[in-house]
């Protein structure tokens, strides 16, 4: 029963996460603080302090991982946040792999923007003179190689898609 108030959970999140950021390009904090707080009641009903200890470090966890992307200005808070949230339902371990599938399906959306725009190459050569930089000068500056507008895409979307992918193989774990 827990898994399915879990799972219920975990859709209304994305769902209400993807609404937000669509509408507002913010994830507003109402939402992502409250499904913390929801996680970590449903962690304390599920198995007690074990699981408060699980749904808090499914929290800290998606802060540890992607704050550097955070300060590069490559992320935003909100994508943090709705990963943290992730994690107060779900675990940390959960967080992590759905951390992972979500920039597979990032970096496949990006490869199509870039593709379709036409400016892979550019993009490309981009990355690399700024990697050349933070080398040669051995400092890490925010990376802010074209305008947004040029390819930017909202990366809820991938969010949404990879926890979705780490659903159907989680749910074929267990």
Not at 14 to 27: A, E, F, G, N, Y
Not at 39 to 68: D, R
Not at 79 to 84: H, Q, R, T, Y
């Amino acid at each position: 029963m827990i898994f399915v108030i879990k799972y219920a959970l975990l859709m209304m999140l994305l769902l209400m996460s993807l609404i937000s950021d669509v509408k507002t390009r913010k994830i507003k904090n109402l939402i992502v603080f409250s499904f913390m707080v929801m996680g970590v009641l449903i962690g304390l009903c599920e198995t007690g302090l074990v699981g408060i200890l699980n749904s808090m470090c499914g929290i800290i966890l998606p802060i540890l991982i992607l704050f550097p992307l955070f300060v590069l200005k490559m992320l935003g808070a909100g994508d943090i946040k709705c990963f943290s949230a992730i994690g107060a339902i779900m675990g940390a371990g959960f967080a992590a792999e759905s951390i992972i599938y979500s920039f597979i399906v990032g970096g496949v959306i990006a490869l199509i923007i870039m593709l379709f725009n036409n400016n892979a190459v550019k993009r490309f050569k981009g990355l690399l003179n700024y990697l050349k930089t933070c080398i040669l000068t051995f400092s890490i500056t925010q990376y802010d190689d074209l305008k947004r507008s040029e390819g930017a895409f909202r990366f809820t979307y991938a969010v949404v898609i990879g926890v979705i992918i780490n659903l159907y193989f989680f749910q074929s774990k267990h």
